[in-house]
């Protein structure tokens, strides 16, 4: 059997920062620190920092007044903010960069008398957070381009997307708004951000070889679940899976080459202890690694954390 890995796969630098702020947060202010939300979603990730003194809760009002709480990568909304400050709470903000410029974005072109239109999925994270930079009902968010029919006529129009869906679905959501309002404000391929993209092109890349495609990532990660579901349009027989735990062999059955990515919150040494469960249950033979690009984005810490 032929293996081929895709790279780049695995952590991102917004997810390195994220993971790196929680542990320098209880470096410098000692345990207990309260995590409000998964700091990135990966049950591996979230068990680690468990185990160094990470609380993580759900909502804020958990946290006890005046102590320390990191926001996740995926961001919150103004009133998350707003709750923090009147329960005295000291905040470090890991949401993403990239993530931080939808927010600022929206905001701006709320200013400016544009509507704004929210391209992403109902319920995640990352969306709670933008949607949550604007008053309620301020913003409209649609999941696909059939829903473009029902949004109202509006004349001045503008659009950003949730970072991690894939740039096949984001394109056609926004063909069909520019049609619907031709004089429409956006970024020309929408916001996902670098690495989801780089991740997607290099399992197209893979899936041209294999028989089967393993991604790496938990159940609730979304950039992970458009990795799979980028497979499976390829043709591919595809698997989201947690860890080697998941693994069968009736998964393998006629397959002469399998693909190994991983979503960007998602640890190597997943990927690397399947490929150990591949050597022991068949004849594993080439192991290839198929670069699309390379990656050097590096996120800095917040300055209080690097002192």
């Not at 909304?77 to 993530?99: G, M, Q």
């Not at 960007?264 to 591949?278: D, F, K, Q």
Request: hydrophobic share 40%; with cysteine; glycine share 6%.
């Amino acid at each position: 059997m032929k293996c081929f890995l895709a790279k780049p796969r695995g952590f991102c630098a917004g997810v390195e920062r994220a993971i790196l702020m929680v542990e320098k947060t209880i470096e410098k202010f000692g345990t207990p620190v309260y995590v409000r939300h998964e700091i990135v979603h990966n049950r591996f990730v979230v068990d680690g920092l468990r185990q160094i003194g990470a609380i993580f809760v759900e909502e804020t009002w958990e946290v006890p007044e005046e102590s320390v709480v990191v926001f996740s990568a995926h961001g919150v909304s103004k009133e998350v903010y707003e709750e923090a400050k009147s329960r005295r709470l000291k905040v470090i903000d890991a949401t993403c960069p990239i993530v931080k410029s939808v927010h600022r974005s929206a905001i701006k072109y709320a200013n400016s008398g544009y509507s704004v239109i929210l391209i992403g999925r109902q319920g995640h994270a990352e969306i709670d957070g933008t949607l949550g930079q604007l008053s309620p009902g301020a913003m409209f968010l649609i999941s696909s381009a059939e829903e473009v029919k029902s949004l109202p006529a509006m004349e001045k129009v503008a659009y950003l997307t949730q970072t991690t869906l894939s740039t096949e679905e984001t394109s056609d959501i926004i063909s069909a708004l520019k049609e619907r309002y031709p004089d429409i404000q956006g970024p020309k391929t929408g916001n996902v951000c670098y690495a989801t993209a780089n991740r997607q092109s290099a399992v197209r890349s893979i899936c041209k070889n294999v028989d089967l495609l393993l991604v790496v990532g938990s159940r609730n990660s979304s950039n992970s679940n458009r990795l799979r579901e980028l497979g499976e349009e390829q043709g591919v027989k595809s698997f989201l899976i947690d860890s080697v735990e998941d693994l069968t062999e009736d998964m393998f059955v006629n397959v002469n080459s399998v693909g190994i990515s991983s979503g960007a919150s998602a640890p190597e040494h997943l990927v690397l202890e399947i490929i150990e469960w591949l050597k022991e249950h068949f004849n594993l033979g080439d192991i290839t690694e198929v670069q699309t690009v390379s990656e050097d984005t590096k996120f800095p810490l917040p300055t209080e954390l690097e002192r």
